[in-house]
């Protein structure tokens, strides 16, 4: 399974940022997509998923500027985040994954797409 990330690049702070994520599977195939994002010397974090069908999560510090949605017919899951700044920059992946009884979770990355928001 492979997953395309798009949608970085060079942000002003107090701006958006849309990505996109577009799976190999089609997006009902996975139980939860999620993006992540891991700034230079930092840990990899969560900041939004979609437990399907459509039970939505975003971590604290994106919450109420960020929107995850999915487009079932492009196959393609977005995130979008407003009012960006500084503590934003990051490279942001998207994850898919899915649950199988005798198996567990099963989780595929993306290749990530750098995210940087100037002052």
């Known amino acids: 399974v492979e997953l395309v990330e798009s949608g970085g690049g060079l942000v002003q702070a107090g701006g958006s940022l849309r990505l996109s994520c577009v799976p190999s599977k089609s997006i009902a195939d996975f139980s939860q997509i999620g993006w992540y994002r891991q700034a230079p010397g930092k840990q990899r974090d969560l900041v939004a998923k979609i437990t399907m069908p459509d039970e939505l999560y975003y971590a604290n510090k994106v919450k109420g500027r960020a929107t995850m949605s999915r487009d079932n017919a492009k196959n393609t899951v977005f995130f979008e985040l407003n009012n960006v700044a500084p503590e934003d920059t990051a490279v942001y992946y998207c994850?898919?994954?899915?649950?199988?009884?005798?198996?567990?979770?099963?989780?595929?990355w993306g290749q990530g797409t750098q995210v940087t928001v100037s002052s």
């Open positions: 994850a898919a994954r899915f649950w199988r009884t005798l198996r567990g979770w099963t989780t595929f």
